[in-house]
């Protein structure tokens, strides 16, 4: 019985060691996914002022003379 015990608190000793370095995964996964939703939105709000800035997009250009 007291080896049984012993199995029984051993697993769980690992068990919370993993769970710990999971949480530390997701963690750094989530602050991760949130720099790259700020990145996104720089990105968004730079390509907006771009294409109000009177340049002409890439497709809507003429082509070049020697076309």
Known sequence: MEERI????????????IVGEL???VTRQQQQIDRLEVAVQQLRSHLKQQS????VRPDE????PHY
Do not use: M
């Open 52 to 55: 109000s800035s009177g340049l």
């Open 61 to 64: 250009e003429a082509p070049p």
């Open 6 to 17: 012993i199995e029984l608190e051993s697993k769980l000793s690992y068990q919370d060691h």
């Open 23 to 25: 949480n530390e995964v």
